[in-house]
């Protein structure tokens, strides 16, 4: 997006590159209505603050989505200790005041729980990597770390994911 986009500039690049900003979103949010939120929220501030910005945006916007997304994970954890403190307050025992029901399809779900049990650094070279479209290089920079680091950690979490998805199948399947 360059600067001075119009208005169809803007949605015909967020129509392209939208769903990727929330696939990624997700991967850091707990529900994907958390991750709409997450999305909404970095590109209404994006493009209020800085639409005038040269050069493509999705690294700066990924970025973003990420911080948010760790933000919201924080703020949720910090609620969810202050009801639990008032749960015991007040003797109503240890279940949760909210549930949300797990939404989505059968291989999605399990590409997520696949992706969530691979370890952080790993995941999180993966998401930057497929979602963000980010190179070695900038993942490298983004992270403060070297970019032979990220390339294995890349590597590896590709054998990992490969393997929990095969013992999801057989699970699943019987195979």
Sequence with gaps: MEAGSSDDDWKQWFERHGPKLLLCARQWTRTLADAEDVVQEVFARYWRHQRWLAGEPLALLVTSIRRAACDLARRDERRSRREAQTEVMLGEGDGRMFETPFEGEERRAAIERALRAIPA????????????ELTFAEIAEQLDVPANTVASRYR????????????????????
Excluded: F, I, N, P
Aim: charged content about 35%.
């Design 121 to 132: 650094e790993q995941r999180e070279v993966l998401v930057l990597r497929v979602w963000g």
């Design 156 to 175: 590896y979490a590709l054998v990992a994911l490969r393997e929990r998805l095969k013992a999801s199948d057989t699970e699943c399947h019987g195979r």
